[in-house]
């Protein structure tokens, strides 16, 4: 018989799952163009989940559900309050786009967001290697379909081949490497892979063999380099509101699954998954900031950006375990969590300003597009300098603070290694620079093109949203001892409960 706890931990995904349901049955009877009421219950849905993930994660609880096959933690819950957010600005900032391109002919787009948000929660709160994939296939197989909702548009189509292809790809790699780990242990539940390994008592080789394809999997999902191949060509070929769908919110519940199968699963192996991120992260900074360079479009360059802000997120994990004392660790993984937190909002920010621009047959994605913007709005203008400036690392916005606690968390690593990995996060920023500085320029400098119409108009949701946006990323960066705090002591949980 199922307790009350098993329910309690999974009181969210209930209510986003019936919600989810409810709105695709409304949806039927819907014929305005806009979707008014799909757009309303969606949104409030996703105010109801924050609210309660929200006052679940201040309770400070850990509760266990369905024999330990998920959990209710601080940081399963924040990050959930956080995703449920994220994917409230995506509808917010992506209803408008996708009305004027014909793609709510039905509530597809609100549903399925709402779908892949389920497979995010569960990736967040698994606790068992299946429950986690399955949130993983549920996530991905939503994102396929968000990324092909503009059926009549080829390039679209081929983005969501590509995603599709490889994005089985390196599900297989992880499957592949789960099992492995399966076989060593014995076991699928995440605490009991972590007795096991800490006891020795189990093959070393065939582990390890299992963690390459488990890293590799995970790699994928976060954008790393070498499986970085899909992002440029899905996140350019995606309808942009899509690509903010796949790119921020989906970012949050990879990050937690690589705490849930490396930290709370793997950790006595982190001499050799550390490695392994390593090599991934000097890779990711160096591929993602040259080739963002030579980019002409801005959906490109920020998909490469992508790929460097991800080699930045895995100097933070790899510093957690320094000689196998965990002293470090939760500062370390404190600093990720913040990290990938403020990356997405940063990201919502700058794809926002990208729709708001984009009208009904002119996309407004490449960089010399956004020229001249400061003199058609120095609002809008305003808004995409923050966010350009958050992603460069400029004080005294967010992002400065987010690449200041990853380095803080290398040098007190307190390794010649982390020293030269801080040194080149330092040197791969001020590459980074240039090209997030010439969208700036651009927008300042450049003359407004003939074929750009001077008005931009905006729906009041968004105008109210965007200008949030940029005002939490000002007033994070001046004050992120807050955020930073709940972070920290929501890695606290998460290591605490490797002892029980």
């Given at each position: 018989?199922?307790?009350?706890?098993?329910?309690?931990?999974?009181?969210?995904?209930?209510?986003?799952?019936?919600?989810?349901?409810?709105?695709?049955l409304?949806?039927?009877?819907?014929?305005d163009?806009?979707?008014?009421?799909?757009?309303?219950?969606?949104?409030l849905?996703?105010?109801?989940?924050?609210?309660?993930?929200?006052?679940?994660?201040?309770?400070?609880?850990?509760?266990?559900?369905?024999?330990?096959?998920?959990?209710?933690?601080?940081?399963?819950?924040?990050?959930?309050?956080?995703?449920?957010?994220?994917?409230?600005?995506?509808?917010?900032?992506?209803?408008?786009?996708?009305?004027?391109?014909?793609?709510?002919?039905?509530?597809?787009?609100?549903?399925?967001?709402?779908?892949?948000?389920?497979?995010?929660?569960?990736?967040?709160?698994?606790?068992?290697?299946?429950?986690?994939?399955?949130?993983?296939?549920?996530?991905?197989?939503?994102?396929?379909?968000?990324?092909?909702?503009?059926?009549?548009?080829?390039?679209?189509?081929?983005?969501?081949?590509?995603?599709?292809?490889?994005?089985?790809?390196?599900?297989?790699?992880?499957?592949?490497?789960?099992?492995?780990?399966?076989?060593?242990?014995?076991?699928?539940?995440?605490?009991?892979?972590?007795?096991?390994?800490?006891?020795r008592?189990?093959?070393?080789?065939?582990?390890?063999?299992?963690?390459?394809?488990?890293?590799?999997?995970?790699?994928?999902?976060?954008?790393?380099?070498?499986?970085?191949?899909?992002?440029?060509?899905?996140?350019h070929g995606?309808?942009?509101?899509?690509?903010?769908?796949?790119?921020?919110?989906?970012?949050?519940?990879?990050?937690a699954?690589?705490?849930?199968?490396?930290?709370?699963?793997?950790?006595?192996?982190?001499?050799?998954?550390?490695?392994?991120l390593?090599?991934?992260?000097?890779?990711?900074?160096?591929?993602?900031?040259?080739?963002?360079?030579?980019?002409?479009?801005?959906?490109?360059?920020?998909?490469?950006?992508?790929?460097?802000?991800?080699?930045?997120?895995?100097?933070?994990?790899?510093?957690?375990?320094?000689?196998?004392?965990?002293?470090?660790?939760?500062?370390?993984?404190?600093?990720?969590?913040?990290?990938?937190v403020?990356?997405?909002?940063?990201?919502?920010?700058?794809?926002?300003?990208?729709?708001?621009?984009?009208?009904?047959?002119?996309?407004?994605?490449?960089?010399?597009?956004?020229?001249?913007?400061?003199?058609?709005?120095?609002?809008?203008?305003?808004?995409?300098?923050?966010?350009?400036?958050s992603?460069?690392?400029?004080?005294?916005?967010?992002?400065?603070?987010a690449?200041?606690?990853?380095i803080?968390?290398?040098?007190?690593?307190?390794?010649?290694?982390?020293?030269?990995?801080?040194?080149?996060?330092?040197?791969?920023?001020?590459?980074?620079?240039?090209?997030?500085?010439?969208?700036?320029?651009?927008?300042?400098?450049?003359?407004?093109?003939?074929?750009?119409?001077?008005?931009?108009?905006?729906?009041?949701?968004?105008?109210?949203?965007?200008?949030?946006?940029?005002?939490?990323?000002?007033?994070?960066?001046?004050?992120?001892?807050?955020?930073?705090?709940?972070c920290?002591?929501?890695?606290?949980?998460?290591?605490?409960?490797?002892?029980?």
């Open positions: 018989m199922i307790d009350a706890l098993s329910w309690f931990a999974v009181y969210p995904e209930i209510i986003l799952l019936v919600m989810a349901c409810v709105i695709a409304v949806d039927l009877g819907v014929r163009r806009g979707r008014k009421l799909s757009y309303v219950l969606s949104l849905t996703l105010a109801w989940v924050a609210i309660v993930t929200g006052s679940h994660a201040l309770g400070g609880e850990t509760v266990y559900g369905f024999g330990k096959m998920v959990v209710s933690d601080p940081m399963g819950n924040w990050l959930k309050c956080f995703a449920s957010l994220t994917l409230m600005a995506t509808l917010v900032y992506g209803r408008p786009y996708v009305a004027d391109r014909d793609m709510l002919r039905g509530g597809e787009f609100f549903t399925l967001g709402l779908f892949s948000l389920l497979g995010a929660f569960l990736m967040i709160s698994g606790r068992n290697f299946l429950v986690l994939y399955m949130g993983l296939e549920m996530m991905t197989l939503s994102s396929y379909a968000l990324v092909a909702l503009r059926r009549d548009h080829a390039t679209a189509t081929e983005a969501a081949m590509k995603y599709f292809v490889l994005g089985a790809l390196a599900s297989g790699f992880l499957l592949y490497g789960l099992s492995m780990i399966y076989g060593a242990t014995g076991s699928l539940d995440v605490g009991e892979v972590f007795k096991a390994i800490a006891s008592e189990v093959k070393h080789q065939v582990l390890v063999f299992g963690l390459v394809f488990v890293v590799a999997g995970l790699a994928f999902k976060l954008g790393a380099v070498p499986f970085h191949m899909w992002l440029p060509d899905v996140y995606a309808p942009t509101a899509a690509t903010l769908a796949i790119g921020a919110a989906p970012q949050l519940a990879a990050f699954m690589v705490i849930r199968i490396l930290v709370q699963g793997l950790m006595p192996l982190a001499i050799d998954w550390q490695q392994m390593g090599v991934l992260a000097v890779a990711s900074l160096l591929v993602g900031n040259l080739a963002a360079v030579a980019q002409t479009n801005l959906k490109r360059m920020l998909a490469f950006s992508t790929i460097a802000q991800m080699g930045f997120l895995l100097l933070a994990l790899l510093a957690g375990v320094v000689g196998g004392d965990k002293v470090n660790a939760q500062s370390a993984y404190g600093a990720a969590m913040f990290y990938v403020t990356y997405v909002l940063t990201t919502l920010a700058v794809f926002g300003v990208i729709m708001l621009l984009a009208r009904e047959g002119f996309e407004s994605e490449e960089i010399v597009d956004l020229a001249g913007l400061n003199q058609r709005s120095p609002l809008y203008a305003g808004v995409m300098a923050v966010g350009m400036f992603l460069a690392g400029v004080p005294p916005l967010v992002g400065f603070y690449k200041l606690s990853v803080d968390a290398l040098l007190s690593a307190q390794g010649n290694e982390y020293l030269y990995l801080a040194l080149f996060a330092v040197l791969a920023s001020l590459i980074g620079a240039f090209y997030y500085l010439r969208v700036v320029k651009v927008m300042y400098f450049d003359p407004v093109p003939a074929h750009v119409s001077p008005a931009i108009e905006a729906t009041q949701d968004v105008r109210v949203v965007l200008g949030l946006n940029a005002i939490l990323l000002l007033a994070l960066g001046l004050l992120p001892g807050g955020l930073m705090t709940l920290s002591q929501s890695m606290a949980s998460v290591l605490k409960s490797l002892a029980s």
